[in-house]
């Protein structure tokens, strides 16, 4: 199982912005495709999870129809890490959010429907006050 630790969550405005971000001790994460998806507290099942960006070991990008043009997903390869930018965050963004290796391409990891998730932190919480 391969160990991610998100981090950045908070208590944010309608409005403002945060920065998430996705860490991992046991994998080098630019050679794989990596996701962030969120579950909001009421939808707990599977089904209710949302990809909301994903970028592929390639640099290709995706994202949510949702949330495009509020988020944008980055590498630094030096760091090892990914980020999760969340601008003019929503009341509906309230959600934890978790980055995950992804095993299919990630034009199938973003969106209601998303899949191909295979490990995955254990989030961190994001809540926008309205």
């Known amino acids: 199982q391969v160990q991610l630790v998100e981090s950045g969550g908070g208590l944010v405005q309608h409005g403002g912005s945060l920065r998430l971000s996705c860490a991992s001790p046991d994998i080098t994460l630019n050679t794989y495709n990596i996701g962030w998806f969120r579950q909001a507290p009421e939808k707990a099942r599977e089904e209710a999870r949302e990809g909301v960006s994903c970028v592929n070991s390639d640099g290709s990008t995706y994202y949510a129809d949702s949330l495009k043009g509020r988020v944008n997903i980055s590498r630094d390869n030096a760091k090892n890490m990914v980020y999760l930018q969340m601008n003019n965050v929503k009341p509906e963004d309230t959600a934890v959010y978790h980055c995950?290796?992804?095993?299919?391409?990630?034009?199938?990891?973003?969106?209601?429907?998303?899949?191909?998730?295979?490990?995955w932190g254990q989030g961190t919480q994001v809540t926008v006050s309205s």
């Open positions: 995950a290796t992804v095993v299919l391409n990630c034009v199938y990891a973003v969106g209601p429907n998303a899949i191909g998730f295979a490990s």
